[in-house]
Nanobody, 124 residues
Framework: VQLQASGGGLVQAGGSLRLSCVTSGRTQTSYNMGWFRQAPGKDRDFVASIKWSGDVTYYADSAKGRFTITGDNAKNSVYLQMNSLKPEDTAVYYC??????????????????WGQGTLVTVSS
């Protein structure tokens, strides 16, 4: 499975960005998908995930109320709408996928498949 993330860029604090991730090479449709981020010198942290069915989502506390994850199975894609961005949201954002489970618990274990990352920079 290959994942290609896009949509990162430079934005001022308070602004918005929409990240996209498209998958290819999938042999099944029931992949849970999500996003992680890694700031310089820090660990890669869970941001949000969505169950393969698209009806259940999970968020890190830092993302709740500001970020929205959605999926489009017809396009094998997942999106992360990020609003009210803060300088501390600056990081490389990685999309991820895994057929196991329902997308929950990704703050405790790592999915199997990863994209290359897209840089989000939020200026103050």
């Amino acid at each position: 499975v290959q994942l290609q993330a896009s949509g990162g860029g430079l934005v001022q604090a308070g602004g918005s960005l929409r990240l996209s991730c498209v998958t290819s090479g999938r042999t099944q449709t029931s992949y849970n998908m999500g996003w992680f981020r890694q700031a310089p010198g820090k660990d890669r942290d869970f941001v949000a995930s969505i169950k393969w069915s698209g009806d259940v989502t999970y968020y890190a506390d830092s993302a709740k109320g500001r970020f929205t994850i959605t999926g489009d199975n017809a396009k094998n894609s997942v999106y992360l709408q990020m609003n009210s961005l803060k300088p501390e949201d600056t990081a490389v954002y990685y999309c991820a996928a895994d057929p196991r489970g329902d997308g929950s618990g990704w703050s405790r274990w790592r999915p199997n498949y990863w994209g290359q990352g897209t840089l989000v920079t939020v200026s103050s």
